[in-house]
């Protein structure tokens, strides 16, 4: 049975609470680490995202590791992003099992008129400001129960620091993140982690810079198949291997999009009618001006390749609109569409995500094998805000509050 979360999302609706729950959840963290307090647990867990790789990659390109995980454990057909497909959001989410609307990170970049403040991914201040981030991170839920947890650029990691993190460096070279993780796991164990979460910024860039089908993308989805392979061989080598449970997930998918399906939304609606606008193809952000919001709905919602929601009638399978940083307007592209604020959309090529999460070309990935895990089984679908539990569930720790579905994990698990 579905869990209900009324008072959650009601509890988050109050902007001084946002602020109580990640100021706390610092403290715990920064209040330092017991030794004594170590909650025993059989496995260990290494999260890893890769970012932007779509479900059916392994199809259209050259995966072998990725293969090979599957047969020695378990496959999701696809894994269900949440709305909006983006980033930063559905990190946090697979982090917290909760949905961006109920955690507070509702797109990449936003308004907070809670904390009078603008978060955007780039801006390494906001990243760091635990204001922003609502809801119990997984390396908090099992530092506070006594696992001590590790971070390789996983979002939100940087704001609500476990006992061993890193800033964002894109620089850092794949093999030198993944030699960090082995060196983690070669601590002692009094100060070994027994979570990890490991990010890897790939095939995300090269779907954008040249669409999810081209022979730069096959490159790097091969190249970044490699790299699991160089991790697993590393992993299998360590003293601890056969207690590693290793997952394996993306956080959205990829669309190809085009110069010929671009629309300037200044052209549709003139400037006097918008107070403020925020966001990034294919989803933008919109408080009308007084009195204007009607109007405004109906003239976005007269152009083909968009629509346009007042935030109290999004589509409730979105679990979206609750949340005060959202404005009043919410407008989304068609598959395949952009939508900006610039005149000309003619630089546009290769691909982008954050369409609606029932779209195919939205759908992420889910591998993971270890002593937790059936071996040889492949299913239908779970969604990222089931991974939380799914961790949880391994580390024997008790979650907090969230948005998943233990019927969602319960065949997975041996």
């Given amino acids: ?51 932007g790789f779509r479900w059916d990659y392994n199809t259209l390109y050259n995966t072998p590791n990725l293969d090979k995980l599957a047969k020695d454990g378990v496959k999701a057909d696809r894994m269900i992003s949440s709305f909006p497909t983006v980033t930063f959001p559905n990190h946090y989410s697979i982090a917290t099992g909760l949905y961006p609307d109920h955690h507070g990170l509702i797109n990449n970049s936003f308004p907070a008129p809670d904390l009078g403040l603008f978060y955007r991914m780039g801006d390494k201040v906001a990243v760091a400001n635990p204001a922003f981030y609502g809801g119990e991170p997984i390396w908090v839920t099992a530092e506070k129960q006594g696992i001590r947890s590790a971070s390789f650029f996983w979002v939100g990691s940087e704001a609500i620091h476990p006992s061993y993190w890193k800033k964002y460096d894109e620089s850092v070279t794949y093999e030198a993140r993944i030699d960090t993780v082995i060196k983690w796991f070669n601590y002692p164990p009094e100060k070994r982690p027994g979570l990890i979460t490991l990010y890897f910024n790939e095939p995300d860039e090269t779907g954008h810079a040249f669409g999810p089908v081209s022979p730069q993308t096959r490159k790097t989805v091969e190249g970044i198949d490699s790299v699991m392979g160089v991790l697993r061989a590393k ?26 399906r671009y629309i300037n939304l200044k052209s549709l609606v003139p400037n ?42 999004l589509p409730a399978k979105w679990h979206y609109g609750t949340n005060p940083r959202i404005p009043e307007i919410v407008v989304v592209a068609d598959s395949s569409w952009s939508i900006g604020t610039k005149p000309d959309g003619s630089s546009l090529r290769g691909g982008a995500h954050g369409y609606d999460n029932s779209n195919p070309d939205m759908f992420a990935i889910f591998y993971a094998a270890g002593p ?8 239908k679908e779970l969604y990222n805000v089931d991974i939380y539990d799914l961790i949880c569930k391994i580390l024997n720790i008790t979650p907090a509050k969230n948005d998943g579905d233990p019927e969602h994990i319960k065949g997975l698990l041996r």
Wanted: net charge positive.
């Fill in 372 to 379: 937790s895990f059936k071996k040889n089984y492949r299913f």
């Fill in 235 to 260: 992993l299998s080598a360590l003293p601890i291997a056969k207690k590693i449970d290793l997952i394996i997930v993306s956080d959205h998918g990829m669309a190809a999009i085009s110069p010929k």
């Fill in 272 to 313: 006097r009618m918008i107070a403020s606008i925020a966001g990034g193809n294919p989803v933008y952000l919109i408080n009308p001006s007084e009195g204007k919001k009607d109007s405004v709905l109906y003239l976005l919602n007269k152009s083909e390749g968009l629509k346009a929601w007042s935030k109290s009638e």
């Fill in 1 to 51: 049975m579905k869990r209900k979360y009324t008072n959650h999302v009601n509890f988050f609706k109050k902007p001084s609470n946002l602020i109580i729950v990640a100021l706390a959840a610092t403290l715990i963290i920064l209040s330092g680490f017991r030794k004594d307090s170590r909650k025993p647990f059989k496995h260990y867990v290494l999260l890893v995202s890769l970012d």
